[in-house]
C-alpha cells in the first residue's frame, strides 16, 4: 500500500503551549488510519493542521490524492516554493478552503457543524459546490436555466440520494439537519464530506455519543467509504472497540508527541501506549499489567 | 513648537474624554463580548442631564458657586446615567444573552436610536450652550506670533480624569466586585456556578460604564460649551476606535487609546485638515480591526474549531 | 399589596429617568438665553405609565413559553395567492391613486406612498442579500446607494449622459465599490464587519461632503436632468410624452412613470435574490450564515462567496441610487447618513432576515407608518401646535429594533424555506436557523 499523506516533523505552538511536538506518520492509500490518545494529546490540533485550519509552527504536510508520494518530487516541491502541483500538494502552505478542494481532504467535526436550518437536502448539495458553481458559469448560465446547469443540478441530486439512503435518512431528506437525532447527524456530516469528493476523510471522534448499536453501524460505513468509494480515512477516535476493530493502522500521541504506531494489535501491546493511558511511566507497566491480570 | 505644545495639550483633554468613554465600552465588551453601540448615545444624554441639572441649579436654586455646582452636576448624572443604563441593559440586551452573536448589537443598535431622537424629542433639535464655567486661561508662553495656553477647563478635565480613573483601578482591581467581574469575563457559567451573581456583575459593569461617560459627558459639556441630541454618535465612533486601538477588553488600553485618538485627532486638524479629521479617526478603526483586531493592549482571539 | 411594590418601585425608576430630560426642556428664550421650561406632568404621566404597565404585566398570567414547531407544512397555495393580490394591487396602485383621489389628490399616494416604499423595499431587498442570506451586519449599505446616486448626478450634469445609460453604470460602480470595501474587511468576524462597514460608510459620506470640487460639498448638486420615457422627455411641448402619445400633458405622467420604473427595479432585484437562492453560489451564502468554519471545510472560499453577496448586494443599491438621483433632480451629502442605513437595516431585521415577502411588508410598515404620522396633524389639539408627530419617527423605528431582536429575533416572517427538496417543501422554523455566527 502507497502512502497518500505524509506528516513530517510537525510541530504547532500556542504562544508558550507545544500542542504537538515533531510528530511524523503517514496515511496509506485505501486504508483507515486511527490517531489515538489520551485527551489533551494533541489529536485534533494535527487534524486542524492538516485540513489547514492552523498554519503549523514547523514541518511539513505532503498529500497526493491520486499518484503516489514520492520523496524526491516532495523535495523538489518543497524547495519551489509552490503549494503542489502534479497531484502533489503541501498543505502547510495552502488556505483551508484549497486544502479541501484541490487536494481533496475532507473532515468533519468533534462538536457537529451542520447547517443545522439547511434540509439534510441541501447540506450534501452544499458540499458539491464546486462543480455546480462550474456548471452554473459564474451563476449566469445557472440563472438563465441552462440545460448545462439542469444537468449538473440533477447529478449532485442523485449523488445526494444516493448517500441519503446509504445513511439511510432518505426520508428525512427535507427535514432540516438541526431536527435530526443525534447519531443521525453524525452520519450525515460523514455523508456530506463525502459529498466533496474526497481522496482522505478526516473523522474526528466519529463515535463520539453514539450507543453500541450506532456504534457497529458507524463502523460498517467506514468500511463501505474504504471499501467501496476509494476514500481513505483518518479518524480520531476514543472508543478503543472502534478503533481496533475498523482501523489498519493506529498512531498514538501522548503530550503532543508520537509514542507509537502501527498494526492495532501490536499498538494494544505496546508498554509506552498502556502507560500513557493508565497515566504511569514505563517501567511501571509491568507491576501494574501483573495486577490487573493483562 | 508653539502650535506642537498647544496640540498636545489640546489633544491630552480630547484624549481624557475618549478614554473615559471607551472604558465603558471595553467593560461590556470584556463581560459579554458584545459591542455596546448605544454608549456614545448614553454620553450624550448624560451631557444633557448635566445641561439641565446645571440650569436648574442657577435658575430655581440659584446655586452659582462654580466648583459645587460642578460637583452636584457631577454626581447627579453620574447616578442618573448609571439608572438609564442599568434600565437599557435589563430591558434591551439582558434576553439577548443567549441569543446569535448580533442580535445583542442590532438591539443596542435600535436603543441608540431610539436614545438620540428621544432627547431630539424631549428637548429639540436645536444646539444648547451652557453657561460658560472656568473660563479663565493660563498663558505658559508668549511666542512671538503664538501664545501657548492651558485653560483652567483643561486642568480640571486631566485632573478629574486623573483621580476618577485612580478610584475606578481601586474597584476593578481591589473590590469583590472587580473579582466577580473578572470572573464573568473568563467564563460566566462558571463563576455562575461557583455563586457569583452574574446579572448583577453585569449590571453593575454598566453602571459603571455609563458613570465614567457620565463624566465624559460632565467635562464635554465644560470644555464645548455646547451639546446636541445627534452629539452621541462620532464621539462614540471615536471612542469605540480608542477601545479597539487599546486592545477591546483591557482597560489601560481603552485610556491608552482614547489619549492615542485625542492626539491623533488634533495634530491631524491642526497639521493636515480640519475637515477629514473624522475620517482619520474612522481610517485608525477600520486598520486597526483589520490588521491589528487585538489592538496595542489586547489578548490575540484564538479561533476555535 | 404584594404587586404594589414592584410596581412602585417601577414608578420610581421611571421618576429617575425622566426627571431631567424629560420634566425639563431647555429653551431659548427672548435674550437668547438657556431657560428650563418645566413640564412636570409629563414627568407624572411617565411615571403613572410605568406603574400601571407594571401592574397590568403583573396581573397578568405568567405565559408558558410556546414550543415551536421545527416545521410547518404551510399550504403553499394560500401564500401564492396572497403574494398575487399584493402583487396585483400593487400593479394597479397609480390607477387606483388616480380613480379615488383625482389627479391631483393621487399625486401624493402615487410619490410619497408608492414610489418612496418601493425605494426602501428595493434597497432593503438589496441590503436582504448581505445580512439575511449571507449574514453579514453591514452598517455602510448606504454608501453603495450614495455611489450609485452621485454616479447618474455627476455623468449626466458633467458629460450628459442618460439615465438608460447610468442606471447600468451606476449598479457596476458600486458592486465594484462593494468589492473594493469587501475585500479588505470580510475576514473579519461579524460584530467587527459590522463597525468596520459603518466607519466606511461614514468616511464615503464625509468624503462627499469635502470634496467640493467634483461633489460641491454639502450644497449638493442640482438640477440633475430628469429621466425620459425611452428618449421622450415628461415636458408640455410637442416633443413631450403626452403630445407623443396624445394625451392632455399632466405633471402625473412622471410620477406614474417613476412609480412603474421604480417596481420593475425593485422586482427584478427579488427575481434575482429568489433565483439566485436556488442556484449554488446562494446556497452558498445561506450555508455561510449557518456554519462559516464548515463551509471551509467543505471547500468553499468564504472570501469569494462573501464578496459576492457584498458586491450584489451593493449593486442593486446603486441601482436605487441612480433612481433616487433622478426622481429627486438633486443630491446631497446628508441624504445618505448612518441614519439611512439603519433605517434599512431595521427593514430587513423587522422583516425577517432571508425573507423577500416579510421585508416588503416590513418596509410598507416603517416607511409607510412615517407618512401616515404626517396624517396625525390633528395630535396638535392635544399636545400643542409644537407636537410633530413625524419627529417620532426613528424613535418607534429604534424600539421596534429592540423589541424585536428580543421577541421575535427572527422578524415577522421567521421561517425558512428549503431551496430543494425531494417531497413536498416544508417551511422551515425559527429555532433551526441560524442568524450569522460572526
Same mark, same amino acid.
Given at each position: 500500500m502507497t502512502a497518500l499523506l505524509r506528516v513530517e516533523h510537525l510541530t504547532m505552538r500556542f504562544g508558550g503551549l507545544t500542542a504537538v511536538n515533531d510528530v511524523s506518520f503517514e496515511a496509506r492509500r485505501g486504508e483507515i488510519t486511527a490517531l489515538i490518545g489520551p485527551n489533551g494529546a494533541g489529536k485534533t490540533t494535527v487534524f486542524n493542521c492538516i485540513t489547514g485550519f492552523y498554519k503549523p509552527t514547523a514541518g511539513r504536510i505532503a498529500m497526493a490524492p491520486q499518484g503516489a508520494l514520492d520523496t524526491a518530487a516532495i523535495d523538489a516541491l518543497t524547495r519551489s516554493? #509552490?503549494?503542489?502541483r502534479n497531484g502533489l500538494f503541501l498543505l502547510e502552505r495552502m488556505p483551508d478552503h484549497e486544502i479541501a478542494r484541490k487536494a481533496h481532504v475532507a473532515r468533519t467535526f468533534q462538536n457537529i457543524r451542520l447547517f443545522?436550518?439547511?434540509?439534510a437536502l441541501e447540506n450534501l448539495v452544499v458540499a458539491q459546490h464546486e462543480p455546480l458553481m462550474s456548471a452554473s458559469g459564474f451563476s449566469l448560465l445557472g440563472l438563465a436555466g441552462a440545460p448545462r446547469y439542469r444537468r449538473a443540478e440533477r447529478a449532485a441530486l442523485d449523488k445526494a440520494r444516493a448517500w441519503l439512503e446509504r445513511i439511510q435518512l432518505i426520508d428525512r431528506a427535507d427535514d432540516p439537519a438541526g431536527a435530526l437525532p443525534y447519531g443521525d447527524q453524525r452520519r450525515l456530516e460523514i455523508a456530506r464530506a463525502m459529498c466533496a469528493d474526497p481522496a482522505l476523510l478526516c473523522l474526528d471522534e466519529? #463515535? #463520539?455519543?453514539?450507543n453500541p448499536r450506532e456504534s457497529a453501524d458507524l463502523t460498517a460505513l467506514l468500511r463501505a467509504i474504504r471499501d467501496e468509494h476509494d476514500a481513505s480515512l483518518l479518524l480520531i477516535e476514543h472508543d478503543m472497540s472502534v478503533v481496533m476493530d475498523v482501523s489498519d493502522h493506529v498512531v498514538v500521541l501522548d503530550y503532543g508527541r508520537k509514542i507509537a504506531d502501527g498494526a492495532p494489535a501490536a499498538v494494544r501491546a505496546d508498554p509506552a501506549v498502556i502507560a500513557a493511558y493508565l497515566g504511569v511511566p514505563d517501567d511501571e507497566v509491568a507491576a501494574i499489567e501483573q495486577e490487573i491480570g493483562a | 513648537m508653539e502650535l506642537f505644545l498647544q496640540q498636545l495639550i489640546n489633544g491630552v483633554t480630547l484624549g481624557s474624554i475618549y478614554g473615559l468613554i471607551a472604558i465603558g465600552y471595553t467593560m461590556v465588551f470584556g463581560i459579554i463580548g458584545m459591542v455596546n453601540f448605544a454608549h456614545g448615545d448614553v454620553f450624550m444624554l448624560s451631557a444633557f442631564i448635566a445641561l439641565i441639572l446645571l440650569l436648574a441649579l442657577q435658575q430655581m436654586l440659584g446655586v452659582f458657586a462654580p466648583v459645587l455646582s460642578f460637583l452636584i452636576i457631577l454626581v447627579g448624572a453620574m447616578a442618573l446615567t448609571g439608572l438609564w443604563n442599568y434600565m437599557i441593559e435589563r430591558l434591551a440586551y439582558r434576553r439577548l444573552r443567549g441569543s446569535f452573536r448580533l442580535a445583542p448589537l442590532i438591539s443596542a443598535i435600535g436603543m441608540s436610536i431610539f436614545l438620540s431622537n428621544f432627547v431630539y424629542v424631549m428637548q429639540g433639535p436645536r444646539n444648547k450652550a451652557a453657561p460658560p464655567m472656568f473660563d479663565k486661561v493660563i498663558k505658559l508662553t508668549s511666542g512671538s506670533s503664538y501664545d501657548v495656553t492651558l485653560s483652567y477647563k483643561q486642568i480640571l478635565i486631566v485632573v478629574v480624569t486623573a483621580s476618577l480613573l485612580a478610584v475606578f483601578w481601586f474597584i476593578v482591581q481591589k473590590t469583590p466586585l472587580g473579582r466577580a467581574q473578572r470572573a464573568c469575563e473568563q467564563d460566566a457559567k462558571m463563576a455562575a456556578l461557583l455563586g457569583v451573581d452574574v446579572d448583577r456583575t453585569i449590571s453593575a459593569t454598566f453602571v459603571i460604564g455609563a458613570a465614567l461617560a457620565a463624566v465624559a459627558g460632565v467635562l464635554y459639556l465644560t470644555y464645548y460649551g455646547v451639546v446636541n441630541s445627534q452629539d452621541g454618535f462620532v464621539p462614540g465612533v471615536k471612542a469605540f476606535t480608542a477601545a479597539v486601538l487599546g486592545g477591546i477588553g483591557s482597560i489601560p488600553g481603552a485610556v491608552l487609546g482614547g489619549l492615542l485618538i485625542g492626539l491623533i485627532e488634533t495634530f491631524w486638524s491642526a497639521y493636515f485638515s480640519a475637515d477629514y479629521k473624522d475620517v482619520a479617526a474612522f481610517s485608525i478603526l477600520a486598520i486597526t480591526l483589520i490588521f491589528m483586531p487585538s489592538g496595542l493592549l489586547g489578548r490575540p482571539d484564538v479561533e476555535k474549531v | 399589596m404584594n404587586a404594589l411594590w414592584p410596581a412602585l418601585r417601577a414608578a420610581l425608576i421611571a421618576a429617575g429617568l425622566a426627571f431631567p430630560v424629560v420634566a425639563l426642556r431647555t429653551d431659548l428664550n427672548m435674550d437668547n438665553q438657556l431657560v428650563l421650561e418645566p413640564r412636570w406632568s409629563w414627568m407624572l404621566a411617565a411615571m403613572a405609565l410605568a406603574f400601571f404597565g407594571k401592574l397590568a404585566l403583573g396581573a397578568l398570567p405568567a405565559r408558558k413559553p410556546k414550543a415551536a414547531p421545527a416545521q410547518t407544512a404551510e399550504p403553499p397555495a394560500r401564500t401564492k395567492w396572497i403574494a398575487r393580490a399584493g402583487l396585483a394591487l400593487i400593479a394597479l396602485w397609480p390607477f387606483l391613486a388616480l380613480f379615488f383621489a383625482g389627479p391631483s389628490g393621487a399625486l401624493k399616494w402615487i410619490d410619497n406612498y408608492g414610489v418612496q416604499i418601493l425605494i426602501y423595499v428595493m434597497l432593503a431587498w438589496g441590503l436582504n442579500i448581505v445580512v439575511?442570506?449571507?449574514?453579514l451586519l453591514d452598517l455602510g449599505y448606504v454608501a453603495f446607494y450614495a455611489v450609485g446616486a452621485y454616479a447618474y448626478a455627476l455623468l449626466s450634469t458633467q458629460?450628459?449622459?442618460?439615465f438608460w445609460i447610468c442606471l447600468p453604470l451606476a449598479g457596476i460602480l458600486a458592486a465594484f465599490w462593494g468589492v473594493l470595501l469587501g475585500f479588505p474587511v470580510l475576514r473579519l468576524r461579524g460584530d467587527y464587519l459590522a463597525i468596520v462597514t459603518l466607519a466606511f460608510g461614514e468616511i464615503i459620506r464625509i468624503v462627499l461632503t469635502n470634496f467640493s470640487s467634483l461633489t460641491n460639498g454639502d450644497a449638493g448638486i442640482a438640477s440633475i436632468p430628469r429621466a425620459t420615457f425611452f428618449g421622450l422627455p415628461f415636458t408640455a411641448g410637442p416633443n413631450g410624452f403626452a403630445a407623443f402619445f396624445g394625451l392632455k400633458f399632466s405633471p402625473i405622467h412622471r410620477i406614474v412613470f417613476l412609480y412603474y420604473l421604480i417596481l420593475a427595479l425593485a422586482l427584478l432585484t427579488n427575481f434575482v435574490t429568489l433565483r439566485l437562492r436556488r442556484l449554488p453560489i446562494g446556497r452558498a451564502w445561506e450555508a455561510l450564515r449557518e456554519d462559516e468554519i464548515a463551509c471551509r471545510a467543505l471547500g468553499l472560499d468564504t472570501t469569494k462567496v462573501k464578496l459576492t453577496a457584498f458586491a450584489l448586494g451593493a449593486m442593486f443599491g446603486g441601482f436605487a441610487g441612480a433612481f433616487f438621483a433622478v426622481r429627486q433632480g438633486f443630491v446631497s451629502p446628508s441624504s445618505f447618513n448612518f441614519m439611512e442605513s439603519a433605517t434599512i437595516l431595521a427593514i430587513v431585521v423587522l422583516g425577517g432576515r432571508g425573507s423577500q415577502i416579510g421585508v416588503a411588508l416590513a418596509a410598507v410598515a416603517i416607511i409607510g407608518g412615517s407618512e401616515i404620522l404626517r396624517e396625525f396633524d390633528f395630535l396638535k389639539t392635544i399636545f400643542g401646535?409644537?407636537?410633530?408627530?413625524?419627529?417620532?419617527r426613528m424613535l418607534l423605528v429604534g424600539l421596534a429594533m429592540v423589541a424585536m431582536m428580543n421577541w421575535r429575533p427572527r422578524g415577522l416572517v421567521e421561517t425558512r424555506a428549503p431551496t430543494v427538496s425531494f417531497g413536498q417543501a416544508r417551511q422551515i422554523g425559527a429555532d433551526m436557523v441560524k442568524e450569522g455566527h460572526g
Open positions: 516554493g #509552490a503549494r503542489g443545522s436550518g439547511m434540509t466519529p #463515535a #463520539a455519543g453514539l | - | 439575511g442570506l449571507a449574514g458629460y450628459g449622459v442618460s401646535p409644537d407636537f410633530d408627530p413625524t419627529q417620532y
